[in-house]
């Protein structure tokens, strides 16, 4: 486990306050590392969740033109 002293402004330790009180957590430390998971989970690569890869589904499904440049494109539609 890492350790490191952390300076925090006085808007972010109100916040991590209010993480802590909200989730019932014991310190600061276990505010930070849930603010952390949730970073992680929302914003760094997230799994596609299930009503997302319906929809991709329904895209894939749908009845579309495939081309691989403009030209190409332009030729399909204009016969």
Avoid: C, W
Wanted: aromatic share 10%; charged share 40%; no cysteine.
């Amino acid at each position: 486990m890492a350790q490191a002293i952390v300076k925090f402004g006085e808007h972010e330790d109100r916040i991590l306050t209010i993480v802590k009180g909200k989730y019932g957590f014991r310190n600061k430390s276990q505010a930070v590392n849930f603010v952390i998971n949730k970073f992680e989970e929302e914003l760094l690569e997230p799994e596609l969740r299930p009503e997302y890869i319906k929809k991709l589904d329904k895209i894939r499904n749908g009845k579309y033109l495939k081309f691989r440049s403009i030209d190409e494109l332009r030729k399909a539609t204009s016969e």
